[in-house]
């Protein structure tokens, strides 16, 4: 059976600093895997997504991931945090969604 | 375009009560999905529906029963409301194709059952 696996609970960074969010999976095949973002009391939007092809991938609010077939991993990452990125992310697997159980992300000033 | 819809937003039934979650979706999308949210679980798939006129278990289907009441409209029953199922529900709709296209949320329902 497929499944996430996101290491971190909850993560704080300051505005302005780099951030990583780390996902890893186990499934038989390279899979579909995507990346969502929940603001409080929001549904989930899509940050990006990976099907084939380029490993690094690029999405919206400036975030990218890669995925590292040796690794099992699935990444995401931001140059520089925004006070508007604190929310929950999720990383998801495959057509019906296997997800992760989340990360919060606090920023501080 | 609204997107997804739901409702309502919030409820709170006794344990035993029946009640029924709407969603709707205005994309023209084939497949419908109902998760639901826990603290420290992700979102676990309930019932999903990949074209009108199907419907299939996900991975926590017991006690609850979907109706996809057409291409727009699918539905989520609890027949009879345990505090196992106090949750957050969501629906979410996606197109079908050779490749897994992206869900779409909607807002989600918040359900306390006492």
């Known amino acids: 059976a497929q499944s996430v696996t996101q290491p971190d609970i909850h993560i704080t960074v300051s505005e302005g600093a780099s951030l990583e969010l780390r996902c890893n999976y186990s499934y038989g095949a390279t899979p579909y895997l995507f990346w969502y973002v929940q603001s409080p009391g929001q549904g989930l939007q899509l940050l990006l997504k990976?099907?084939?092809?380029?490993?690094l991938v690029q999405g919206i609010k400036g975030f990218e991931a890669e995925f590292k077939r040796s690794q099992s991993s699935f990444n995401l990452r931001k140059p520089s945090v925004h006070w508007s990125d604190a929310a929950e992310y999720f990383c998801?697997?495959?057509?019906?969604?296997?997800f992760g159980a989340g990360t919060t992300v606090t920023v501080r000033a | 375009n609204a997107g997804v819809t739901q409702t309502p937003k919030f409820q709170v039934l006794k344990t035993g009560q029946s009640m029924t979650l709407q969603c709707a979706q205005d994309?023209?999308?084939?497949?419908m999905y109902w998760y639901r949210q826990d603290p420290g679980m992700g979102l676990r798939l309930i019932y999903y529906s990949a074209s009108e006129g199907t419907t299939d278990k996900g991975e926590v289907p017991n006690g609850y029963n979907v109706s996809r009441l057409n291409k727009r409209e699918f539905s989520l029953r609890l027949e009879s409301a345990a505090p196992s199922q106090t949750s957050v529900y969501f629906c979410?709709?996606?197109?079908?194709?050779?490749?897994?296209?992206?869900?779409?949320f909607g807002p989600g329902t918040r359900l306390t059952v006492t």
């Open positions: 979410a709709s996606s197109e079908v194709g050779t490749a897994p296209y992206e869900q779409y």
């Open positions: 990976y099907f084939s092809g380029d490993t």
């Open positions: 998801a697997v495959e057509f019906k969604l296997s």
């Open positions: 994309m023209n999308h084939n497949s």
